[in-house]
Nanobody
């Protein structure tokens, strides 16, 4: 199964920007939809955004208009550009195969922490 490694997180002030990167261990051409998730302590992971191979994208309402998901099948990578960051965006961010992540056999990387100060 494909493994994913997230990077690019960090500390940023309110209104700042970050670009998260996701590197896959093998080809992601077969992945119908790449997705980004986030999780805060005491809560379950929530789907932030996904992008299909056809280019269809969808976003969590809370990040609509501020985040942009993209993918690069040639380099087996996915990205999440985050602009106008808010404190409520603070979380550990993870990338995954949308279909695999939705099932009981999902596996997750270590994620990358994003912290936004007020």
């Amino acid at each position: 199964q494909v493994q994913f490694v997230e990077s690019g997180g960090g500390f940023v002030q309110f209104g700042g920007s970050l670009r998260l990167s996701c590197t896959a261990s093998e080809s992601i051409v077969e992945v119908y939809a790449m997705a980004w998730y986030r999780q805060v302590p005491g809560k379950q992971r929530e789907l932030v955004a996904f992008i299909t191979n056809a280019g269809t994208t969808k976003y969590l309402e809370a990040v609509q208009g501020r985040f942009t998901i993209s993918r690069d099948n040639t380099n087996n990578m996915a990205f999440l550009q985050m602009n106008s960051l808010k404190p409520e965006d603070t979380a550990a961010y993870y990338c995954n195969d949308l279909w695999r992540a939705s099932g009981p056999l999902s596996s997750w990387g270590q994620g990358t922490q994003v912290t936004v100060s007020a």
